[in-house]
């Protein structure tokens, strides 16, 4: 019997719902449990795909080619279960199948409402899941209040009654907010938010409440006073230096134990929880530093990278070190005289992005790391570039560049308009929509025999997850193997290139996929680890 945990959020948006609820499902996964994660959220767009990374963070890539919330990646980080399309749905979404089911007459004339309409398209969605999993964690998106919210909440309601009490459960985070001129935490900001849930007919049975320090326990009581929930059930989640200790903290707090009770079941059984601590022993005991540098142009939010940031920080315990990530922004690179903040760096990252700002400056971040004997690693976009770095210096091609930036004298790198999934040839043009319609999902690639990637990966077959419409034109591969280049992965069909390396080199890789969508922090991606051993090779030298 599948049960039900709904989680909600309250007084400000970013208050870690998605983390919290992929620490419950690890730590229900720790007691034996299965467990499926998804998230409802609120916005218009039929998938953030086309959002920019400065509003919405990083687009998280499932395995079938789903452009989803960030918040995904946390799931599949803390849980290891793979995440599908079916594990994420928008506004947008449910709005474009009502109507086109509308347009076909499927409603037989009625007159088409978001009661009862929208709410049973969004309890649907949420059905799908049953008997998929011991438990079903859905996350929704937004703030309690907000006017696009409403159906979502008005749809988890009706569900609720619908399976019972015995079947699901709410959690509700909020914020305690501390307030230094009166010297003490706020708790009326949790009180309101709470009554806000309720007005809609919602009462939580849980109580996560975000906080930089200590609750007090009188604090915690005044909390389940006002919002008539027991004191054990006001669930302290207080901050912490790293989020791999989340599990850890709630764990110690008594969240999965009063998850269980809620349901009236055996919560006796300690939970083997020690993947997590080995996990944080090595994040707060590491044996040394290395300094990894990221050139992109999207850095002053560092959610454009979370995948990335995280994959770097589990290379990191992989090898027991500490990665530090400096964060530059790519343009600073196009004056002269700032290239200078990459000599106190022991590796250099440029990855993917999209349109032709910074280029020129991740260009020449790539040129640098080529000529010092840095180690590099290219990630999607960072590969093009490493590409055309090549074909200007090496080639000696000065008009080598992109289609992506509009007409170019040397197309090195060029829109994709035929690939092959699976058994089928996917067509694109120039002139299609831009949304969904990228090169996503899992695709594999074969590598060549003696090459890094091959020995890293331990394979000469693998899968990773792609999101682009622009790749390298393979009529250069055999010019730029002979300035020491080697592509040494390519399609199945030998007509895409798909990782490139410079064997003369410490460490050098460009991939055109997104290896970082796929590490997780108990199981690391193994050009990640590599890529920092590679660092610590090269700390050892400066």
Not at 126 to 144: H, M, N, P, W, Y
Request: charged fraction near 25%; glycine fraction near 10%; include cysteine.
């Amino acid at each position: 019997m599948t049960r039900y945990i709904f989680i909600t959020g309250g007084v400000v948006s970013s208050l870690g719902k998605g983390l919290g609820s992929a620490a419950l499902g690890a730590l229900l996964q720790a007691r034996g449990y299965t467990v499926r994660l998804c998230k409802l959220d609120p916005y218009l767009n039929v998938d953030p795909g086309t959002m920019s990374p400065f509003q919405h963070g990083e687009v998280y890539v499932t395995d079938d080619g789903a452009e989803t919330d960030l918040d995904l990646g946390h799931y599949e980080r803390f849980t290891g279960r793979p995440a599908t399309q079916t594990d994420n749905t928008t506004t947008g979404r449910i709005y474009t199948s009502v109507l086109s089911r509308e347009r076909k007459g499927d409603y037989l004339g009625a007159t088409i409402q978001v009661i009862p309409h929208i709410t049973d398209e969004i309890k649907a969605f949420v059905r799908e899941k049953d008997g998929s999993a011991d438990f079903v964690l859905c996350e929704i998106g937004g703030t309690v209040g907000d006017i696009e919210s409403l159906p979502f909440l008005e749809a988890i309601r009706q569900f609720s009654n619908e399976v019972g009490t015995t079947r699901s459960i709410f959690i509700h985070v909020t914020l305690l907010p501390y307030i230094p001129a009166a010297g003490e935490l706020k708790t009326k900001p949790t009180q309101h938010s709470v009554k806000e849930l309720m007005s809609v007919g919602i009462r939580p049975n849980i109580l996560l409440c975000r906080a930089d320090r200590e609750i007090a326990d009188e604090e915690r009581r005044k909390i389940g006073l006002f919002c008539n929930i027991p004191f054990e059930r006001v669930i302290p989640a207080l901050d912490v230096k790293s989020i791999y200790e989340v599990p850890l903290t709630y764990h110690g707090e008594g969240l999965d134990t009063e998850v269980l009770r809620c349901f009236d079941m055996d919560a006796t059984k300690t939970p083997d929880l020690s993947v997590w601590t080995d996990i944080v022993d090595r994040i707060k005991n590491p044996e040394t530093r290395v300094r990894v540098a990221i050139v992109g142009k999207y850095t002053n939010l560092t959610d454009s990278y979370k995948s990335l940031n995280e994959a770097l920080v589990h290379g990191g315990i992989a090898n027991r070190v500490a990665v530090d990530l400096k964060f530059i922004e790519a343009e600073t690179f196009e004056t002269d005289g700032h290239i200078h903040a990459l000599e106190d760096v022991h590796a250099i990252l440029v990855p993917g992005g999209f349109g032709q700002r910074g280029t020129e400056g991740k260009i020449k971040a790539v040129q640098f790391a080529r000529e010092r004997k840095i180690p590099y690693f290219g990630i999607c976009f960072g590969m093009q570039m490493a590409v055309i770095e090549a074909t200007r210096n090496l080639l000696g091609l000065k008009g080598a560049s992109s289609t992506e930036f509009g007409a170019c004298e040397i197309p090195v790198v060029g829109l994709m308009t035929e690939w092959v999934k699976g058994n089928a040839t996917v067509e694109r043009s120039a002139n299609v929509d831009l949304g969904g319609t990228m090169r996503l999902g899992a695709y594999p690639a074969a590598l060549k025999k003696g090459s890094l990637v091959e020995s890293i990966y331990g394979s000469s077959l693998i899968s990773e997850r792609h999101r682009h419409r622009y790749e390298v034109n393979a009529d250069f591969v055999p010019k730029l193997e002979t300035k020491g280049l080697s592509f040494s992965g390519l399609s199945p069909d030998g007509r895409l290139p798909e990782i490139v390396e410079i064997p003369d080199h410490p460490w050098f890789i460009g991939v055109q996929y997104h290896p970082e969508l796929k590490s997780k922090p108990f199981d690391a991606h193994p050009l990640f680890v590599s890529f920092i051993k590679a660092a610590i090779a090269q700390s050892r030298l400066v």
